[in-house]
């Protein structure tokens, strides 16, 4: 389709103002949204430097459920915070957002003094799903906790590493049956390259049955 375009338009000199389209109601709305949307976030990554450690905790978790991406540098911080708490849906609130990032934090984070804070941080790295964090959580298998243990057997096997093989094989003599059971299936999680451990296993009657479940529902 051809245009025509007035004469006089053309004329030397002229300026021609050409006004934005303006938007319709769903553009408007969505603006707005966008608008309230980085107003909200900011307000609660400001907060998180507030007096209250609830405040921060709260704001943690807030920004954790919006997925903001914006956040993920101050929420690393917040794992060093003086509350428990805090550190603790800091380190939810990345697992939410998803940045891989914050892994090497999050790392560190499995030596922190709280079991709370150590049993979350294992859970939120298998949920993250990032290789690099399979040492230390071969290393939390030896972590005072039992729940952290658990923790860290249950995100071996999310992960899936065949690195974690031998560590997850030594937890089948841990003093806790549970561990023993979230050992045996990360083994069958991992797949084929555990066969061979597994099929040891059978041997042990505590630990048959486990290590059959993990070879049936093994990929």
Same mark, same amino acid.
Request: with cysteine; hydrophobic share 45%; net charge positive.
């Given at each position: 389709?051809?245009?025509?375009?007035?004469?006089?338009?053309?004329?030397?000199?002229?300026?021609?103002?050409?006004?934005?389209?303006?938007?319709?109601?769903?553009?408007?709305?969505?603006?707005?949204?966008?608008?309230?949307?980085?107003?909200?976030?900011?307000?609660?990554?400001?907060?998180?430097?507030?007096?209250?450690?609830?405040?921060?905790?709260?704001?943690?978790?807030?920004?954790?459920?919006?997925?903001?991406?914006?956040?993920?540098?101050?929420?690393?911080?917040?794992?060093?915070?003086? =509350?428990?708490? !805090? $550190?603790?849906?800091? +380190?939810?609130?990345? #697992? %939410?957002?998803?940045?891989?990032?914050? &892994? /090497? @934090? *999050?790392?560190?984070?499995?030596?922190?003094? =709280?079991?709370? !804070? $150590?049993?979350?941080? +294992?859970?939120?790295? #298998? %949920?993250?799903?990032?290789?690099?964090? &399979? /040492? @230390? *959580?071969?290393?939390?298998?030896?972590?005072? =906790?039992?729940?952290? $243990?658990?923790?860290? +057997?249950?995100?071996? #096997?999310?992960?899936?590493?065949?690195?974690?093989?031998? @560590? *997850?094989?030594?937890?089948?003599?841990?003093?806790?049956?549970?561990? $023993?059971?979230?050992?045996?299936?990360?083994? #069958?999680?991992?797949?084929?390259?555990?066969?061979?451990?597994? *099929?040891?296993?059978?041997?042990?009657?505590?630990?048959?049955?486990?290590?059959?479940?993990?070879?049936?529902?093994?990929?």
């Amino acid at each position: 389709m051809k245009i025509r375009i007035p004469q006089f338009l053309l004329q030397k000199g002229r300026t021609i103002r050409i006004e934005p389209k303006p938007l319709d109601g769903e553009d408007k709305v969505q603006s707005i949204e966008q608008q309230l949307k980085r107003k909200t976030a900011q307000a609660l990554i400001d907060s998180l430097g507030d007096a209250d450690p609830f405040v921060r905790a709260i704001s943690s978790e807030v920004l954790g459920r919006l997925r903001e991406r914006g956040a993920v540098a101050q929420l690393i911080n917040s794992l060093h915070d003086p =509350s428990k708490y !805090v $550190r603790e849906k800091a +380190a939810i609130a990345l #697992g %939410h957002i998803g940045d891989r990032a914050a &892994v /090497p @934090a *999050l790392i560190k984070a499995l030596e922190d003094e =709280s079991e709370e !804070v $150590r049993v979350t941080v +294992a859970g939120v790295l #298998g %949920h993250l799903k990032d290789r690099l964090a &399979v /040492p @230390a *959580l071969t290393n939390s298998l030896k972590d005072p =906790s039992t729940i952290a $243990r658990m923790k860290a +057997a249950i995100s071996l #096997g999310i992960i899936g590493d065949p690195a974690a093989i031998s @560590a *997850l094989f030594n937890s089948l003599k841990d003093e806790n049956e549970l561990v $023993r059971k979230y050992a045996c299936e990360a083994l #069958g999680n991992i797949g084929r390259p555990a066969v061979s451990a597994l *099929l040891l296993v059978l041997k042990d009657e505590k630990l048959r049955a486990y290590a059959a479940q993990a070879l049936v529902k093994m990929k």
